[in-house]
Each structure stands twice: as C-alpha cells, then as structure tokens.
C-alpha cells in the first residue's frame, strides 16, 4: 500500500498515538478507522437531515412511509 505524509498538531498527534496504544494498533489503522468512523457519522447526519425535511411535509412524508412499508423486509426479529 502506498503512503504518504499528512500534517497533524502536536495534540492530534498525541491523541492518535494514544488511541492506536490502547487498541494494539498502528497509527496508519487508527487515522483509517478514525476516517471510518467521520465518513459514517457523516453519513448518519446527512440521512437524518433527509428524513427531518421529508417530515416536514405531511404529503411528502406519508408518501415516504407508504413507500417504506412496501418495500418493508423481515428481519426475523420478533
């Protein structure tokens, strides 16, 4: 895998090396999980924000929940 530099403070640097200590990980793992972890929080916050404007809108939003029941799959958790 190719590397290459990037630039961090001396904290964020301390911080990482920390956390990578803690888990029995490299530094390159812990910044990739770290990235991970932003890229899905992100995610989850950009979903979130859809669904806050879809229910501002009742016809919108009702059409989102029919939509949503119809293409419903069971998880097999009762």
């Known amino acids: 895998m190719a590397t290459t530099t ?30 991970e972890a932003l890229e899905r929080r992100r995610f989850g916050e950009r979903v979130a924000e859809e669904i806050d404007r879809l229910g501002q809108d009742p016809v919108v ?5 029919t939509e949503a029941g119809e293409t ?4 097999g958790i009762d």
């Not at 961090?8 to 920390?18: C, G, I, Y």
């Not at 419903?72 to 998880?75: G, I, T």
């Open 6 to 35: 990037i630039r961090v403070d001396v904290d964020t640097h301390s911080r990482l090396v920390s956390l990578s200590e803690q888990a029995g990980a490299s530094l390159i793992d812990t910044v990739r999980a770290a990235t």
């Open 61 to 65: 939003w009702g059409a989102y929940l």
């Open 72 to 75: 419903a799959v069971a998880d």
